[in-house]
Every structure is written in structure tokens, then in C-alpha cells.
């Protein structure tokens, strides 16, 4: 007995020597996430205009086969001397996305109007956290569609795309169209854009001289109004969801960034985003994330393993992404909306609560630890985000 105890003790000591790294990691992580919106936000130097001479060639640009791009191995010397002018906007127009999360090292950017682009939220993201992301359609000039009470502002901007054209190289074109979907459901266009003079409105009628940039364009309505057909997933009213308080908020910190006109600035500021406002959603919520969570963070981290230098995952696995997602909304269509509510669109509660909770700014954008490890966790990468919209165009 006497000679037992010791060994027990010894081994006890010994697996509570191997737990403690293990627990003092978990507790490192948890900390991470409860301050990761408090950490300093990182400072980026500004970045010049394109030169006048790069953008009257840009006149003389062809579309870009976005797969042949992807899959090509370009001489560094080649990648360096050619560049690229991409047109981005939502989420991208924040500098720790853009040039943070996903490493992207623009040379020189320009703020713009895209007359022939509108801005739409129909790209499906994760019900009750993430329902939407920003996408982009044809505009058709001078059609002022009705505006119904229950819009929550989001297609009240009549005027055109309001973006920045960031001048990157043929390199890190390649990696954006891998983070974006790979190539295999977006299309490289190329659009008239018109540079935006530092001013407080948006001109109606762009007055400047036009420059054309690459654009990836992936609408989910046709020309003629009928929903797209396509492999990727969407929903059944593209109009319908509305995005987070988080994900707005990248959007407004980007406009502010860009010093985009006041009237532009102020229309963001006004989309009412996603709000729980009943017990059930935020049960639903609880458990909804409880059983995608883990899925999707074990995709998170397979796809950081498995992408290549360029961010591309295997196909197979691309596909196995699209499955899990594309079951992922099943479950809340079938059985979480009608038994907890709506997770895309803000369930009125006897008066005008979204625009309550729009007004708290960043604490209202305070999410569970348990959401907050669902939107981080992409193994190497960090781009939560792209990883989740290159997921929604089934990669």
C-alpha cells in the first residue's frame, strides 16, 4: 500500500503537469477572443492615387480568366511588373480586412463611382450571426424602385457602387480571386469607374473622364429579375436578409477610412442590421451554434491546412464545404425558423427596436464566446470571412 501510493501520486502529478499547458492554451484562446475587440486596431500607411498613365491604360484591359489565373504559376518578374486595378467595396474597404486578414498589399488606391453597379446584400452567410454579405448587381440608371417601410434601408442608395479601386499585382489579384470562391463562381468584368472628387454628396452624373477596373461579379438575379440559376447556395428572396452589427460596422470603419462622401457614409450608417429581439431567437441562436459550430470550425482548420499558397483548397474539399453549408441552411429552413423564429431578417417587438440597437454602435456588437470562435477560427489564415463567402460560392 505504502509503496502504491507513491507511484499514484507520481502519476498524478505527472498528468497534471501534461493538463496544465493544455488548460493555460484553452484559457489563452478564451482571453484572445473576449479581447479581440479590444486589442489596438493595426495602422496602415497611406497609399498614393494610381498614376494618370496607369489609369488611361486600364482602357486598353481585357477580362481575366479567373480559373487560368488561379491555376497559373507566373515568373515573379512577370507579377511585379504587371498589376492590376480591382474594384472593391464592402467589407474590403476596411484596411484590417483588406490588407490585415487577408494580406493583400495594394500599391497605390482611389476612391470611385461605378454608375452600371449597385450594392446588394444577397450573398446567404450563417442564420442568427452572420445572414448576409455584400454582393453587388447591374443598375439600371434612373429606376427608383418603391421603397416599403419594412426595407430597413438597405436599397434606399440610387446613385451607383461608391467603392475604391486598389491597384494590386497580378500575383495578389490571384490570391483574392482564390479567397473569393477560386475562380469557379465568380466572373472577372471589367467596369467604368470614374474617379469620386473629395466632396460631401455623390454626383449624380460623374463629370470626370472614366478608367476601366477589374471587378469579380457573381449577381444572384438575372437581367430580367428571375433568380439566377446556379450551383451556389441563395435565398429565395435575395433582398430579404439583413447583415450584422459586426459586419456593417467593417463596412462603415472601411468608409470612414476611405474618406468616402458624407452622404454615402451616412446612407451605411442608416442599414438596419440583423437584431435579435425574442427569447426564442436567441435559444435558437444558443443551439444553433452549438451544433454548426464545431463543424464549421473543423472546416475552418482543415481548409487552413489544406490551401495552398495561393488560398486554394482541393477541389473535393470545396465541395464538401458546399454540402455542410448547404445543409447547414436546410436545418434552419426546415426546422429553426419555424421553431425559433427568423435568423436573417429582425423580428419587429412593439416599436422600432432595430434602430435602438443600430444606436448602441460597438456593444451591440458584443457577441457569445461561442459565436465569437464560430467567426475567428480559420487555422493559419484568419480570414474568417473570406473563407465563409469563398464557402457561399461553393468553391
Not at 166 to 186: N, P, R
Not at 238 to 263: C, H
Not at 296 to 324: C, E, H, N, Y
Given at each position: ?46 497609399l498614393p492615387e494610381p498614376s494618370k498613365e496607369r489609369l488611361n491604360a486600364s482602357l486598353n484591359d481585357t477580362p481575366v480568366d479567373t480559373q487560368v489565373l488561379v491555376a497559373s504559376h507566373t515568373p515573379a518578374t512577370i507579377e511585379k511588373e504587371k498589376t492590376v486595378l480591382y474594384l472593391a467595396y464592402g467589407s474590403n474597404l476596411c484596411n484590417e480586412t483588406f490588407r490585415g486578414k487577408r494580406g493583400i498589399q495594394p500599391l497605390s488606391q482611389v476612391n470611385v463611382l461605378v454608375p ?280
Amino acid at each position: 500500500m505504502s509503496q502504491s501510493t507513491p507511484q499514484r501520486t507520481a502519476a498524478a502529478t505527472s498528468e497534471t503537469r501534461e493538463a496544465v499547458p493544455l488548460c493555460r492554451n484553452i484559457a489563452s484562446r478564451l482571453q484572445f477572443l473576449r479581447r479581440g475587440q479590444h486589442d489596438r486596431k493595426r495602422v496602415f500607411e497611406p497609399l498614393p492615387e494610381p498614376s494618370k498613365e496607369r489609369l488611361n491604360a486600364s482602357l486598353n484591359d481585357t477580362p481575366v480568366d479567373t480559373q487560368v489565373l488561379v491555376a497559373s504559376h507566373t515568373p515573379a518578374t512577370i507579377e511585379k511588373e504587371k498589376t492590376v486595378l480591382y474594384l472593391a467595396y464592402g467589407s474590403n474597404l476596411c484596411n484590417e480586412t483588406f490588407r490585415g486578414k487577408r494580406g493583400i498589399q495594394p500599391l497605390s488606391q482611389v476612391n470611385v463611382l461605378v454608375p452600371t453597379l449597385r450594392l446588394t446584400f444577397d450573398l446567404p452567410g450563417i442564420p442568427y450571426a452572420e445572414p448576409c454579405f455584400a454582393n453587388t448587381a447591374l443598375r439600371v440608371p434612373d429606376a427608383t424602385p418603391p421603397v416599403s417601410s419594412d426595407d430597413y434601408h438597405k436599397d434606399r442608395w440610387h446613385k451607383g457602387l461608391v467603392g475604391v479601386v486598389y491597384e494590386v499585382t497580378l500575383s495578389d489579384y490571384a490570391h483574392i480571386i482564390a479567397t473569393e470562391g477560386g475562380g469557379s463562381s465568380y466572373q472577372d468584368i471589367l467596369v467604368d469607374c470614374y474617379v469620386l472628387p473629395a466632396s460631401a454628396t455623390v454626383p449624380s452624373t460623374p463629370s470626370s473622364n472614366p478608367f476601366k477596373a477589374h471587378t469579380l461579379f457573381a449577381p444572384n438575379v438575372k437581367d430580367d429579375g428571375a433568380t439566377r440559376t446556379s450551383d451556389r447556395t441563395t435565398r429565395p428572396d435575395p433582398s430579404y436578409a439583413q447583415p450584422s452589427a459586426r459586419y456593417l460596422k467593417l463596412i462603415t470603419d472601411g468608409a470612414i477610412e476611405r474618406e468616402l462622401p458624407a452622404e454615402y457614409q451616412t446612407y451605411l450608417h442608416y442599414i438596419r442590421p440583423y437584431t435579435i429581439t425574442t427569447k426564442k431567437q436567441a435559444m435558437g441562436k444558443m443551439l444553433f451554434l452549438a451544433i454548426w459550430g464545431p463543424i464549421i470550425t473543423l472546416l475552418f482548420a482543415l481548409s487552413g491546412q489544406l490551401q495552398d499558397k495561393k488560398g486554394r483548397v482541393p477541389k473535393w474539399f470545396g465541395t464538401l464545404m458546399a454540402m455542410v453549408f448547404g445543409g447547414m441552411w436546410v436545418s434552419y429552413d426546415e426546422l429553426f425558423k419555424k421553431v425559433f423564429g427568423d435568423g436573417e431578417r429582425t423580428v419587429r417587438n412593439g416599436g422600432d427596436d432595430v434602430v435602438r440597437g443600430r444606436e448602441v454602435g460597438g456593444d451591440g456588437e458584443k457577441a457569445a464566446l461561442l459565436e465569437e470562435e464560430f467567426r475567428t477560427l480559420d487555422a493559419q489564415g484568419g480570414r474568417r470571412e473570406s473563407v465563409v463567402e469563398a464557402w457561399t460560392e461553393k468553391v
